[in-house]
T-cell receptor, first 110, second 116 residues
Framework: TQLLEQSPQFLSIQEGENLTVYCNSS?????LQWYRQEPGEGPVLLVT?????EVKKLKRLTFQFGDARKDSSLHITAAQPGDTGLYLC??????????FGAGTILRVKS | DTEVTQTPKHLVMGMTNKKSLKCEQH?????MYWYKQKAKKPPELMFV???????INESVPSRFSPECPNSSLLNLHLHALQPEDSALYLC???????????????FGAGTRLSVL
C-alpha cells in the first residue's frame, strides 16, 4: 500500500514555466522531507517541513505543508534546465522509517 | 557538513563473488540506513541501525548482510547475489531514528552495483 501519493509521475516543460508537485496521504506525518536526485547520485535534501501550514522558500522553490500534516506541495517558479531531476517527497512517521512517494521525474527543456 | 561517503562508487560482481559496500559519516549521527533503489523509483529501505544495533530488517534476503563496526561506519556484505539485485545502493544517516527533527536523513551518493 502506497501511503504517500505523489503526482505527477512525469513532467516535461519548457524553461521559464511554473510547475507544482503534490504529495498526499491519509496519514499524518511528524515531518516531511523533499529531496532532489540526479541520475547516478544520491538524493539531496532540499527542505524539511515540520509545522502544519508551514511554507518554506528556497530561491525559486516554494514548499508547503498542509494544515493537517497529511500533504505537501513543491512549486517551482520559472523552471531552469538545472532543475531537471527526480523529486522525492518522504514523510516521517513518529519513531519510524521514512515513507517515500513514488517520485516525480522533471525534465526542463531549454 | 552533511556528508555521507560511500565506496566504491561502482561495483561489478559475479554471482559467486563476495564483496562489501562501505559507508562512513562523521556527523555524530547514531542512526544509519541501507536502501536499494531501482532506476526512476524511490529508495526501498533494507536495514536500519540505531546506536550500532540492528533495529529494522525489511525481510531482506540473507545474501545481504549488514554490519555496523562503530557509530561512524556501516558495511553491507554481499554474497551469491542474483542479477535482479543490480541497483543503486544508498546509505543514509540521521541523528537518531525517532524524534523530529533528529530523524532527518542525509544520503550518500550511492554505489552502482551490477551483478553479472
Amino acid at each position: 500500500t502506497q501511503l504517500l501519493e505523489q503526482s505527477p509521475q512525469f513532467l516535461s516543460i519548457q524553461e521559464g514555466e511554473n510547475l507544482t508537485v503534490y504529495c498526499n496521504s491519509s496519514s499524518v506525518f511528524s515531518s516531511l522531507q523533499w529531496y532532489r536526485q540526479e541520475p547516478g547520485e544520491g538524493p539531496v535534501l532540499l527542505v524539511t517541513v515540520v509545522t502544519g501550514g508551514e511554507v518554506k522558500k528556497l530561491k525559486r522553490l516554494t514548499f508547503q505543508f498542509g494544515d493537517a500534516r497529511k500533504d505537501s506541495s513543491l512549486h517551482i517558479t520559472a523552471a531552469q534546465p538545472g532543475d531537471t531531476g527526480l523529486y522525492l517527497c518522504a514523510g516521517a512517521r513518529w519513531g519510524n522509517k521514512l515513507v517515500f512517494g513514488a517520485g516525480t521525474i522533471l525534465r526542463v527543456k531549454s | 557538513d552533511t556528508e555521507v561517503t560511500q565506496t566504491p562508487k561502482h561495483l561489478v560482481m559475479g554471482m559467486t563473488n563476495k564483496k562489501s559496500l562501505k559507508c562512513e559519516q562523521h556527523m555524530g549521527h547514531r542512526a544509519m540506513y541501507w536502501y536499494k533503489q531501482k532506476a526512476k523509483k524511490p529508495p526501498e529501505l533494507m536495514f536500519v541501525y540505531s546506536y550500532e544495533k540492528l533495529s529494522i530488517n525489511e525481510s531482506v534476503p540473507s545474501r545481504f548482510s549488514p554490519e555496523c563496526p562503530n557509530s561512524s561506519l556501516l558495511n553491507l556484505h554481499l554474497h551469491a547475489l542474483q542479477p535482479e539485485d543490480s541497483a543503486l545502493y544508498l546509505c543514509a544517516s540521521s541523528q537518531e531514528v525517532a524524534a523530529r527533527p533528529k530523524n532527518i536523513q542525509y544520503f550518500g551518493a550511492g554505489t552502482r552495483l551490477s551483478v553479472l
